[in-house]
């Protein structure tokens, strides 16, 4: 049984759950009750078997996420924001997620909610969708990742260009940067997104596990370190039924059927 949230929908569909941050009237920013409930979220669907593939979107239609609460900056010391910010990271909790996470980018996706897209595996952007790292502009960086997941998804020269100019782009920038990964019209999006995750939801959950765990390690690594680790990995899905599934199912020319184990 899902648990209640303050600031979060949860609902399953099928083999997917979709995770709305609810706040609409704050453009859905992260303040420090989101980033918890966030990350309790995932906790729950991990332990969940049932759910294979997480979505995660913001309420209403104008924003994603439009950053950090900043209400919640002012005041705040040095000090403060720091142990505030060594505390379990919602970020954190998103990357290290052992299923494959989408983010369904409905609008604003702005400081710490591109930071939160970028942490999910895959991204799917309606066509009406903004980016930027805008924190310049408030006199601080990035600190959610931001310096650190969009220079590896878009390279230097393009991140440096956003986070020390604080401009926003548009869905299609995005996607030629390789910010993102489809762009959608608006009406299509949570049509184009749930096919997209249902399809995923289909392969094993073993094999999914493991592909994201090497993928992500590729950019962590050395190419030695990789391999190395990828083979290990692959080894493992040899120890699986679903591998034996798989196998059977493409010798017999037949749809597998994947049931985790």
Request: aromatic share 4%; proline share 3%; charged share 30%.
């Amino acid at each position: 049984m899902s648990q209640s949230y303050e600031t979060l929908l949860v609902e399953r569909r099928d083999r997917v759950a979709i995770i709305t941050i609810n706040r609409p009237d704050k453009r859905n920013a992260l303040n420090i009750k989101t980033r918890e409930e966030g990350a309790a979220a995932l906790d729950e669907l991990a332990q969940d078997d049932s759910v294979r593939v997480v979505v995660i979107t913001g309420a209403g239609d104008k924003a994603f996420i439009a950053g950090a609460d900043i209400s919640e900056f002012a005041g705040r010391t040095a000090v403060i924001q720091r142990s505030v910010m060594l505390g379990r990271s919602l970020f954190t909790a998103i990357d290290s997620f052992p299923k494959p996470i989408i983010a369904m980018i409905n609008g604003y996706c702005l400081g710490g909610g591109n930071e939160l897209a970028m942490a999910c595996d895959l991204r799917i952007a309606s066509e009406t969708a903004s980016f930027g790292q805008p924190e310049i502009n408030l006199g601080i960086i990035p600190g959610g990742g931001g310096t650190q997941r969009l220079t590896r998804l878009i390279g230097e020269g393009k991140a440096m260009e956003l986070i020390l100019t604080g401009d926003l782009i548009d869905a299609r920038t995005a996607q030629e940067y390789g910010l993102v990964n489809m762009v959608v019209p608006a009406t299509d999006l949570q049509a184009e997104t749930m096919e997209l995750a249902n399809r995923i939801a289909e392969k094993s959950p073993i094999a999914l596990r493991m592909a994201k765990e090497a993928v992500k390690l590729a950019s962590r690594s050395n190419l030695d370190e990789g391999l190395r680790r990828e083979i290990d990995l692959f080894a493992i899905c040899f120890s699986s039924e679903d591998k034996d599934e798989g196998v059977d199912a493409f010798l017999k020319k037949r749809k597998a059927e994947f049931k985790g184990r």
